[in-house]
């Protein structure tokens, strides 16, 4: 039952708190800086948009790009195009974009955890277990888990600013809390779609719980949030509409046909496996994770302010089962009755598995504190000595092998979590309820062992059974030392001495986005990530700095991935960004439908020809046949195509030959011009 705390009580509880956020904070800011320093700046989506909204990069009016990056209501887009009429770079807007990513990855994770265990020390430890990258095993269907920047950024954004509102929230952090859900449709107006029917019960609900200075604070919050979107949204209207020029005025296909048959091949709408990691496991994970802590909370009657952490973590756990409800019901009406509407192909309900995956880390470390808690001093102290071990093996393991050690860290952490607690076992009765509140060994086990996931089980055995050993044992190793070598304090600290290893060791090492978003030669050799800048992609840049007008439009291909707007301020006339704006704003559908049948040969509009492209469910952007369309492609044709277009230049990827002019050539990408244009 969700219990209502005296405002003197939760004041002292948030008073204790802001020290240690602001000193988190600036922490976090310092790592995302050196992850800038040291890595250097990975582009990001933000600066596209800020490039048109400004009119660095100009479109003939009409075109997909000109029409959906003015108008997509989105305050990131528009605040990036304030910095742009400052500093009109894409790189500078990429790198305070890129610091912004980090702080969110590590500052939500240790909030979770500090309001859950009321200490700031297991805060820091979830939050260098963070940069691990262990909990991108569990983001959702077609949309990645991150911990460290990629191009697509707005809904790794939008996904920690909705946790932290409703963590706030939970907490009675009511101005905070309340400010960045009022804030959140302008943020992800999708996302705030989703949680909308959640925030108004939640508001509603605890209304009457509130004493009227935290009503008031509370509305005024939301409010203010609320405020920012509508300035927003006046902005963006503020922008007023052009008369589309041709091409774009003159539609031939179907729309409706291109939309519907878009929406239902692109990864983002398929049906999901429910049995994998991203769902049944970390479904599984969640909530057996929240159910053991609020069984903690139940016996920890001396803890003050009890019954705020009583009251936020049943908030929490509401939570978890709205998105979990949200998910599952999804998925219920497209397994069983087919199609979802289109206002749910664009919040896109399975990415919702990426806001729990962000409670995975957090809640794992609060289970394993409250275990600690709980234990004699000696168990305490053995205990942690175990988490310190685990936390320089994970150092060593991302440094040696970083896509590996993602799929078993998690399942270790588990396995010392489940040690702590049935090390505690005594009787008959405890061992009932460790099996009743540890209903986490269950579902991850035969999920795991379904998927064939030896390895990740095999950590979790191992790290259980050594576990247990230890913390029997060790004893017999304290006794034959000096009790001051093996105080509480002294491996606290060293615990945080090693948490700060493991995130120097994954700030230095090479991240798991940079072996999957790179670009990789005929030969196999990774010629770097296609969000950031290659040589060959300085060889091209140079090459149109010298010859094309800053003007002149680029026409790319579909995939590999390219991003040249962004990299050379120049507009593109079609890339693979281009196709979700279908499912955003369906009126430009026909537009993109005629372009892609045009220029690529993908027709949308047919689909019969839509399913000879079906590989794995979904379009498959780069089959062979999309490819040969570019290689037959004879000079009067593109010519043809350039004229209707307005384009010149064609980038194509090396090992895909055009009958076409070269200009310039690199181990990745192909320039080509089309003559007598």
């Not at 009022?182 to 959640?198: D, S």
């Not at 259980?464 to 001051?484: D, H, P, Q, T």
Request: hydrophobic residues 50%; positive net charge.
């Amino acid at each position: 039952m969700i219990v209502e705390e005296s405002a003197s009580s939760v004041g002292v509880l948030q008073t204790g708190y802001r020290k240690q956020l602001l000193i988190a904070a600036f922490l976090f800011c310092a790592y995302g800086c050196l992850n800038l320093a040291v890595n250097g700046v990975i582009l990001d989506e933000a600066a596209v948009h800020a490039q048109i909204i400004t009119g660095a990069v100009r479109y003939d009016a009409g075109h997909p790009h000109d029409v959906f990056y003015k108008k997509a209501y989105s305050l990131p887009a528009y605040l990036s195009a304030a910095i742009a009429e400052v500093a009109p770079s894409a790189s500078v807007i990429s790198g305070l974009r890129n610091i912004l990513f980090v702080f969110l990855s590590l500052f939500t994770p240790f909030i979770l955890t500090m309001l859950i265990t009321g200490e700031a020390f297991w805060g820091y430890v979830a939050a260098a277990f963070t940069v691990t990258e262990a909990v991108i095993l569990f983001g959702g269907a077609g949309y990645p888990m991150l911990v460290f920047p990629l191009f697509y950024s707005h809904g790794h954004f939008a996904s920690h600013v909705t946790v932290l509102a409703f963590t706030l929230l939970s907490w009675r952090f009511w101005k905070s809390g309340g400010f960045l859900l009022g804030a959140l449709p302008a943020v992800h107006p999708a996302i705030a779609l989703a949680f909308g029917p959640f925030a108004a019960y939640f508001l509603v609900r605890n209304y009457f719980t509130q004493t009227s200075k935290e009503r008031r604070n509370c509305i005024a919050a939301v409010c203010s949030g609320l405020i920012i979107c509508v300035v927003l949204g006046l902005i963006i209207l503020s922008q007023g509409a052009t008369q589309p020029i041709a091409p774009y005025d003159s539609i031939q296909p179907d729309g409706a046909a291109i939309a519907k048959n878009y929406d239902g091949t692109m990864i983002h709408g398929l049906l999901v496996q429910l049995i994998s990691f991203p769902y049944l496991v970390n479904f599984g994970a969640v909530v057996a994770l929240s159910l053991m802590l609020i069984a903690d909370l139940r016996r920890s009657e001396g803890i003050s302010s009890i019954s705020v952490l009583r009251t936020a973590f049943q908030w929490l756990f509401m939570f978890f089962l709205y998105l979990w409800g949200f998910v599952f019901l999804n998925w219920l009406y497209q397994r069983f009755i087919g199609e979802l509407p289109h206002v749910l192909y664009v919040v896109r309900p399975y990415r919702l598995a990426n806001f729990s995956a962000i409670f995975l880390g957090p809640l794992s470390i609060a289970t394993l504190a409250a275990g600690i808690r709980r234990l004699p001093e000696q168990g305490r102290k053995a205990a942690v000595a175990l988490v310190l071990c685990f936390m320089l093996f994970s150092s060593v393991a991302i440094s040696t092998h970083r896509v590996g050690s993602t799929r078993v860290l998690m399942a270790g952490l588990w396995g010392l979590l489940f040690a702590i607690q049935f090390i505690q076992v005594r009787s008959a009765r405890e061992f009932r309820n460790a099996m009743v509140y540890l209903a986490l060994p269950g579902l991850p086990i035969i999920a795991i062992s379904l998927m064939e996931q030896q390895e990740a089980l095999f950590a979790m055995l191992m790290a259980l059974a050594g576990g247990m050993i230890w913390l029997k044992y060790s004893s017999y190793v304290f006794e034959r030392f000096r009790e001051n070598y093996f105080r509480e304090n002294w491996m606290r600290n060293s615990l945080l001495a090693a948490s700060l290893i493991l995130a120097v060791c994954s700030l230095l090492s090479e991240k798991v986005w940079d072996i999957r978003a790179g670009v990789y030669d005929p030969a196999g050799i990774n010629r770097g990530r296609w969000d950031t800048l290659s040589e060959g992609d300085r060889t091209i840049i140079a090459w149109l700095r010298e010859h094309a007008r800053p003007t002149e439009s680029i026409l790319a291909a579909l995939l590999p991935r390219s991003e040249w707007q962004s990299k050379t301020g120049h507009p593109v006339v079609f890339e693979v960004e281009t196709l979700p704006i279908i499912t955003y704003m369906p009126g430009n559908a026909a537009i993109i439908g005629m372009m892609a049948r045009d220029l690529y040969g993908v027709d949308y509009s047919n689909a019969s020809a839509i399913a000879g492209l079906i590989r794995r469910r979904t379009v498959s952007l780069n089959a062979p046949s999309v490819y040969e369309v570019w290689e037959k492609r004879t000079k009067d044709e593109w010519r043809q195509l350039g004229k209707k277009y307005r384009f010149r230049l064609i980038c194509s990827p090396t090992r895909v030959p055009l009958r076409l002019p070269v200009m310039v050539r690199s181990a990745i990408w192909t320039l080509y011009a089309i003559e007598d244009f």
